[in-house]
T-cell receptor, first 112, second 114 residues
């Protein structure tokens, strides 16, 4: 019940296109859903996060869509750029616990 | 604003040895969490420290232990190293308040056990 399942494992998108990464969870106690971006040899960097009281959050080219009834959330990267090429992780945590449960990651490649 | 720092960057140890990794949290943060990230996998939660006490623990054996100092910095100790302990060890810092969930990660320590 603590699992977060992420798909796809890898994704190739043309420059300027939309990158979409999906995650699903089982534990309805999760109430915080961040996305992290990780470059090779670096630690994960917080990109954007959402709580279940809203269905969408946008920050620049990055948007999280959240479907509470389906227990799914997704990251959309608009106008994808080569510099967005990285591994993306979704995660979830329970209120007050601050223990993040991560998905398996998606390796995103943006072709110029 | 100083971010999360970790030392050393890389470490090579032999099976059976012991290792200590160090972390300094982001300025203003009081909570440190440690994660293990195996190659090609998402980070796995090891434990969390606040007010110099272990507050939560993931599914890791007692060979993994930690400490937090009065200045909020933290150490991760691993005893009797196994080959499977080879991974990137990440430290994340945050504020221990219910409404503040954001965790910021350091660059990690790459541990190789031979």
């Amino acid at each position: 019940q603590q699992q977060v399942k992420q798909s796809p494992q890898s994704l190739i998108v043309q420059k300027g296109g939309i990158s979409i990464i999906n995650c699903a969870y089982e534990n309805t106690a999760f109430d915080y859903f961040p996305w992290y971006q990780q470059f090779p040899g670096k630690g994960p960097a917080l990109l954007i996060a959402i709580r279940p009281d809203v269905s969408e959050k946008k920050e620049g080219r990055f948007t999280i869509s959240f479907n509470k009834s389906a227990k799914q959330f997704s990251l959309h990267i608009m106008d994808s750029q080569p510099g967005d090429s990285a591994t993306y992780f979704c995660a979830a945590s329970i209120q007050g616990a601050q223990k993040l449960v991560f998905g398996q990651g998606t390796r995103l490649t943006i072709n110029p | 604003d100083a971010g999360v720092t970790q030392s050393p960057t890389h470490l090579i140890k032999t099976r059976g040895q012991q290792v200590t990794l160090r972390c300094s949290p982001k300025s203003g943060h009081d909570t440190v969490s440690w994660y293990q990230q195996a190659l090609g996998q998402g980070p796995q939660f090891i434990f969390q420290y606040y007010e110099e006490e272990e507050r939560q623990r993931g599914n890791f054996p007692d060979r993994f232990s930690g400490h937090q100092f009065p200045n909020y910095s933290s150490e991760l100790n691993v005893n009797a190293l196994l080959l499977g302990d080879s991974a990137l060890y990440l430290c994340a810092s945050s504020l221990y308040r219910v409404s503040d969930y954001e965790q910021y990660f350091g660059p990690g320590t790459r541990l190789t056990v031979t």
